[in-house]
């Protein structure tokens, strides 16, 4: 393969990744599919193809239905009751010192739409990811998802149905980035100094708390204001250092305890309230930050 091909690759990489995240919301799979389209470049005569970009990112979308195909037989060929998981986050520091394709990834789409996203059926995310997000024409997206583009169109539709008016979908936009940082301090503040008036007040009274602890224990939902007001009042523990973060390009912020990883809280705020937490536990998440950040 010709060093200028290898070099035209390399100039999508960042796009094609950004791609599969946003379909997979996990950046380990994402990864491996921006590989497998690379081994498939490689095995592909490069002199017929007329727009690098656009046969990597069908190839990309392939991977990734097959992927999302493989993920769904797993769960229903199992015999054991199935483990939600939150979609994986992407943390960098909210200080802008972040990689550039870190950066690219943990804007490219908040965790609250991942979360719909996984509920969506494969070839349903396909078509909204690459026609919604990314504008690919429907003509484009058929073939990959096995459809005439106008049952590829009603597939973007039923998708777009479903995020429409969700948290972190695009009617629904989260505050500025400085806004959300103030409302995530003044959380993190009013449970420090055991304010539970002042948790209500910054808290959306249906606001939703998940937390994911990992692949046995999977995931455990709060609902309500005041529960999960009285459930933040154990951060006024004084071992509990608050790290300033941004996961998925919104306001978060890392966990250390005695000096240790304890979580990643990403936050959702929505019209000068959170409405959205998300809270990751899961040891094996938590060890790939730990040469990250302040903490480490």
Do not use: C
Not at 224 to 240: K, Q, S, T, Y
């Amino acid at each position: 393969m010709t060093d200028e091909l290898t070099a035209a690759f390399e100039q999508h990489r960042r796009h094609l990744t950004t791609v599969a995240y946003r379909v997979l919301g996990s950046v380990s799979e994402a990864e491996d599919a921006v590989q497998e389209a690379w081994l498939r470049l490689h095995r592909t005569d490069a002199a017929e193809i007329d727009n690098l970009g656009g046969w990597l990112t069908t190839v990309v979308g392939r991977i990734a239905l097959n992927t999302l195909r493989s993920r769904r037989t797993r769960r229903e060929d199992s015999l054991e009751e199935r483990v939600e998981r939150l979609p994986e986050p992407v943390v960098v520091l909210d200080d802008g010192s972040a990689p550039e394709s870190q950066a690219l990834l943990a804007d490219s789409v908040g965790l609250a739409l991942l979360v719909v996203l996984d509920q969506l059926a494969p070839a349903e995310r396909i078509a909204f990811v690459l026609h919604d997000l990314f504008g690919v024409p429907f003509d484009d997206i058929a073939p990959i998802v096995e459809r005439t583009p106008a049952a590829t169109r009603q597939l973007a539709s039923r998708a777009r149905r479903r995020v429409r008016g969700t948290a972190g979908g695009p009617d629904a936009p989260p505050d500025s980035p400085r806004r959300q940082r103030e409302v995530v301090d003044a959380f993190f503040a009013a449970a420090k100094g055991g304010d539970f008036a002042r948790l209500l007040g910054v808290l959306d009274p249906d606001v939703v708390l998940r937390s994911d602890a990992g692949a046995l224990a999977g995931i455990t939902e709060y609902r309500g204001a005041e529960r999960i007001a009285g459930n933040a009042l154990m951060f006024a523990h004084p071992d509990r250092v608050v790290h300033p973060v941004l996961v998925n390009g919104q306001a978060g912020v890392v966990i250390t305890l005695h000096g240790a990883l304890f979580s990643v809280m990403a936050f959702t705020v929505a019209d000068g309230r959170v409405v959205e937490i998300d809270v990751y536990t899961d040891p094996e998440q938590l060890a790939r930050l730990g040469d990250f950040g302040p903490w480490s």
